[in-house]
C-alpha cells in the first residue's frame, strides 16, 4: 500500500484503495472472460446466414458463468446485440437470474429470451429500442423478480399509451400494469408526462417492496397511493417535483430509512418553508439512517433562521437528532453552504466542504450523470491544487465512474483531467502497480475511442498516457492505442496539439517495440499518415515539428521491417524525400530523419534497385559533404551507399554518377569524421553492418562499416561493445584482419574496434572485482 498517498478511514465506507495490492497479478478467471470476450469463436458458433450466437454442442455454462460472460460483454465496447443474446435461447446449456444490461441493442423478443430463465434481478438502462410489448413478459416470466431498474432511456411505458390522453382502458380493467408477486425493489427512473393513476395501478399489486425508486418522474401527484407500502425502507424521490404536496404521504411511511429528496437544479429545490418541511419529514420518520437533502434549501440558513433560544444544530431542522446522528447525510450544494456548518449530526456527510466530503459525494452519485460531473469537478480540482490524502480511493471513484458513463462526454472529460493529476502525483509510487497501470490507461482507451472527435477528451487522454512508460506500459492493449493516435494525427484538427502530442507518442512507440509490432504500426496505416502529413506541409511549405517528426516515425517503424520499407517506396515516398530536400534544405534534423529513413529501405536487399538512379545516387553523393547535424547526414548518405555497392558492380546501372567516383568521394568523407562523434543512433543490432565486414569486393563498404563499429565501441562502450561480441562481430573483424584484399586503414579501424572491447570486458572485471571485495569485507 502507498503509505504516503493512501491512508484509510473508518468515516469513509470507501471500497479498498486500487493502490491496496496492485501488483497482484490479473485473476485467471478475467484473464479467461476477457479471452472468450475477444474471441467468441472459442465457445461460440455463428450462423452463416443470420450471426446469430450459439454454444458450441457440448459445452454447457453454469449461472455464475453465464452472469460473468454477459457483464464483461456489457461492459466492453463491443455492444450486446440480438445476435449475442441468441446464445441464452438455450436454457438448458446455459442459466442467467441477475442481468444488468446498459447502452445495448436488443429489442422486446431478446428481453423475453432473458426472462424465460426466470430473473431474480432485471436492470436495463439506455435500452432505446425496447417497447411497451415488454410489459406482458414481464407478468409472464417476472414471478421470481424481486428486484426490477427500468432505468432512462428505455421506455417500456411510452406516452402514447399511459400519457394523459391515451390511458387505455384495459389497464383500468384488469387493475394493474404488470405483476411481479415478488418484487422488493423497483427503479423507474425519467417517466415523464404519464397519469398519477399509471402509478395508482403499477404500485397496487407491490406491498411487499423495501426499496422505491423514481428519480426524475414527474406527475407523482399527492403519493397518497404508497400509504400500502408498510414494508418500504428505501425511498428516492431524486429530481421529483412537487415535494410540498408529497410530504404528507411520505410521512406515513414510517418503515424508511433512507430518503433522498435532493435535486440537480437549484429552481427545482426551493421551498417556500423549506426548514418546516424538513422539520415535519425528520420528526414523522424516526428510523431514517440516511437522507439526501443536496440542491435543495431545506438546510435554512443556519442558526441565524432561529429567532431565539440556542439549538442543538446548525441545521435547526435536524436538531432533533443531535443524539441519534444519520448514518448519511447529503448535503452538496444545499443553500447557503449547509455542508460547511457545525455540529451536523450525520456520520458521513456528502458536500464539497473538504476531500471526505467530495468523496462521499462521488460515491452517492456514482449513477447519477449531472451531479457526478459536478463532483468530478470538484475533485479535479481538489487534485489540481491542493494535496489528497485519498488517493486510492479517488482513483476508484473515477475510474468506477469512467466505466459506468463510457458515452456521456462531461463525465470522460472530468475522469481523464483528474486521471492526469493522480497518475503526476503518484509518480514512482504507480511504478509497480500493474494491475492499476492497466486499469487507467484502459479507462483512457475507452474514453478515447468513444470519444475520439473530441479535441479535449483526446488531450487529456494524450497527456495522461505521456506519464506512463511508452510502450511497456502500454503493450497489453497496444493495437487499440495506436489506431486511435492514428487518429489524432489524421483525424483532429491540422497543427493542433492533439496532433502533435499524438504523433510524438507515435514515434515513442515506432521507435521501442520489436519487429512484429513495427510491421503491425504499418498495417494499421502508420506509413500512408505519415505521407499525409508531409504531404500537407509541403504543399504549405510549412517546415515544422510535425513534419520532422512524420519522417522520424517512418525512420522507427521501417528498422528492420521489410514490409514497412517496401510500403514506402509504394506509397511514392522518395518523391516525398526529394521535395522535402528541395524545399527544406538547412533543416539539419529534417536530414538527419530522411536520410536515417532511407538507410533503412537500403538494408533490405530486394528493395535496393529502386534506390539506383541517377537522381537518387545523384543526391545520395551530394549528401556525403553535408555537414548538417554534425556527420549524420552524411553519414548516413554513407550507409545507403555501402549497401547499394555491396551487390557489386552489376547493379550499378547507371552512367552518372560513376561507382568509382562515388565510392571514392565516400572515402574521402569518413576520412573527414571524428571518431569520437556523439551519435544521435540507437542500433539494436549489428546485423546490417556485420554484413558490409563480410563484402570484400568492395572495401569501400567495409571501410565504412567498420568505422561504425569502432565509433559505436569507442564512445558507447557500455551499450555497444556486448551487442558486438554477442553477434559473433569480434570473430568477423579478426577475419578481415587477417584476409590479404582489405587496405591498411580497415584494417586499423577493425584492430580498434576489438581493442575497445578488450578495454571494456577488462573494465567490467576490474568493477566486479570491487564489488565482491565490498561484499565480502561487509
Not at 512 to 526: H, I, N, P, Y
Not at 643 to 670: C, E
Request: charged share 25%; aromatic share 8%; glycine share 6%.
Amino acid at each position: 500500500m502507498l503509505q504516503s498517498k493512501c491512508r484509510h478511514s473508518s468515516a469513509l465506507p470507501l471500497e479498498t484503495c486500487s493502490f491496496c495490492n496492485s501488483s497482484s497479478p490479473e485473476s485467471l478467471l478475467d484473464i479467461c472472460f476477457n479471452y472468450i470476450n475477444n474471441n467468441l469463436d472459442t465457445i461460440c458458433v455463428s450462423c452463416k446466414i443470420t450471426g446469430r450466437l450459439r454454444l458450441k454442442e457440448g459445452v454447457h455454462l453454469p449461472v455464475e458463468i453465464c452472469e460473468k460472460f454477459l457483464n464483461v460483454r456489457s461492459n466492453s465496447l463491443v455492444r450486446v446485440n440480438s445476435n449475442f443474446i441468441h446464445i441464452f435461447r438455450d436454457r438448458q446449456s446455459t442459466r442467467l437470474k441477475r442481468v444488468r444490461l446498459r447502452d445495448i441493442d436488443i429489442t422486446d423478443r431478446d428481453l423475453e429470451v432473458l426472462l424465460r430463465h426466470r430473473l431474480s434481478e432485471l436492470d436495463v438502462s439506455y435500452v432505446p429500442n425496447l417497447s411497451s410489448g415488454c410489459i406482458k413478459h414481464l407478468t409472464e416470466y417476472g414471478t421470481l423478480l424481486t428486484s426490477l431498474t427500468i432505468g432512462e432511456e428505455t421506455e417500456i411505458f411510452p406516452t402514447k399509451i399511459f400519457g394523459k390522453l391515451k390511458f387505455t382502458e384495459e389497464h383500468y380493467d384488469r387493475g394493474f400494469i404488470f405483476l411481479a408477486p415478488n418484487l422488493k425493489k423497483l427503479t423507474l427512473k425519467r417517466l415523464n408526462a404519464l397519469q398519477p393513476d399509471f402509478f395508482v395501478l403499477l404500485l397496487r399489486h407491490f406491498s411487499a417492496l423495501t426499496h422505491l425508486d423514481l428519480s426524475g418522474c414527474s406527475d407523482l401527484g399527492g403519493f397518497e397511493y404508497t400509504e400500502h407500502l408498510v414494508n418500504l425502507t428505501s425511498l428516492v424521490l431524486y429530481n421529483v417535483t412537487g415535494l410540498e404536496n408529497m410530504v404528507p404521504a411520505i410521512c406515513k411511511l414510517k418503515s424508511l430509512r433512507h430518503l433522498d429528496i435532493s435535486q440537480s437544479r437549484e429552481e427545482n429545490g426551493r421551498y417556500e418553508n423549506g426548514g418546516q418541511i424538513l422539520t415535519t419529514i425528520v420528526n414523522n420518520l424516526p428510523k431514517l439512517t440516511s437522507l439526501d437533502i443536496s440542491g435543495t434549501n431545506l438546510a435554512g440558513r443556519g442558526v441565524a433562521d432561529v429567532a431565539s433560544g440556542p439549538v442543538a444544530s446548525d441545521i435547526p431542522a435536524l436538531s432533533s437528532r443531535m443524539n441519534n446522528p444519520f448514518q448519511y447525510l447529503g448535503l452538496y450544494e444545499t443553500s447557503h453552504d449547509a455542508c460547511l456548518r457545525h455540529d451536523i449530526p450525520a456520520k458521513l456527510i456528502a458536500g464539497n466542504a473538504n476531500e471526505e466530503q467530495i468523496l462521499v459525494a462521488a460515491l452517492a452519485f456514482l449513477d447519477r450523470t449531472d451531479m457526478l460531473q459536478k463532483v468530478l469537478n470538484e475533485l479535479f480540482h481538489l487534485l489540481r491544487f491542493e494535496s489528497c490524502a485519498y488517493v486510492g480511493q479517488a482513483l476508484n471513484i473515477v475510474l468506477d465512474a469512467m466505466n459506468r458513463h463510457l458515452t456521456e462526454r462531461h463525465v470522460q472529460i472530468s475522469g481523464s483531467a483528474t486521471l492526469f493529476y493522480i497518475v503526476k502525483g503518484t509518480g514512482k509510487q504507480l511504478h509497480d502497480a500493474v494491475r492499476v497501470k492497466r486499469r487507467i490507461i484502459t479507462a483512457l482507451l475507452n474514453g478515447m475511442s468513444v470519444h475520439r472527435t473530441d479535441e479535449t477528451m483526446m488531450r487529456n487522454g494524450c497527456l495522461t498516457l505521456c506519464q506512463f512508460k511508452i510502450p511497456s506500459d502500454v503493450l497489453f492493449d497496444y493495437e487499440r492505442l495506436v489506431d486511435i493516435l492514428l487518429h489524432s494525427v489524421h483525424g483532429m484538427a491540422q497543427e493542433s496539439f492533439v496532433q502533435r502530442i499524438g504523433i510524438y507518442l507515435l514515434n515513442s512507440l515506432a521507435c521501442q517495440v520489436d519487429r512484429q509490432q513495427k510491421a503491425k504500426l504499418g498495417e494499421l496505416g502508420a506509413i500512408d499518415k505519415m505521407i499525409w502529413l508531409i504531404a500537407d506541409r509541403l504543399e504549405r511549405g510549412h517546415c515544422d515539428d510535425v513534419l520532422e517528426v512524420a519522417w522520424s516515425t517512418m525512420w522507427n517503424v521501417t528498422d528492420e521491417t521489410p514490409s514497412n520499407c517496401r510500403k514506402f517506396l509504394e506509397i511514392k515516398g522518395m518523391e516525398y524525400f526529394l521535395q522535402c530536400l528541395e524545399k527544406f534544405p538547412n533543416k539539419d534534423e529534417l536530414l538527419r530523419n530522411m536520410m536515417g529513413l532511407l538507410g533503412n529501405v537500403a538494408e533490405v536487399r530486394e528493395l535496393r534497385h529502386f534506390l539506383v538512379t541517377s537522381k537518387y545516387l545523384t543526391v545520395f553523393s551530394d549528401l556525403l559533404d553535408s555537414r548538417s547535424d554534425g556527420i549524420e547526414v552524411s553519414y548516413n548518405a554513407a550507409g545507403v551507399i555501402s549497401h547499394i555497392a555491396s551487390d557489386g558492380p552489376d547493379v550499378w546501372l547507371v552512367f552518372q554518377p560513376t561507382r568509382a567516383y562515388v565510392l571514392n568521394k565516400m572515402v574521402r568523407a569518413i576520412d573527414r569524421w571524428d571518431l569520437n562523434s556523439q551519435r544521435n543512433i540507437n542500433y539494436r543490432s549489428f546485423e546490417p553492418i556485420l554484413y558490409l565486414v563480410k563484402v570484400y569486393h568492395t572495401p569501400e563498404c567495409q571501410k565504412w562499416a567498420v568505422w561504425a563499429l569502432a565509433n559505436m565501441t569507442k564512445v558507447y562502450p557500455e551499450k555497444y561493445c556486448s551487442l558486438i561480441e554477442k553477434e559473433g562481430g569480434l570473430e568477423l573483424l579478426q577475419e578481415l584482419i587477417e584476409h590479404p584484399s582489405p587496405p591498411a586503414p580497415v584494417k586499423n579501424l577493425a584492430h580498434l574496434v576489438i581493442e575497445n572491447c578488450r578495454r571494456y570486458k577488462e573494465q567490467e572485471w576490474t568493477n566486479l572485482e570491487a564489488q565482491v571485495e565490498v561484499q565480502l569485507d561487509g
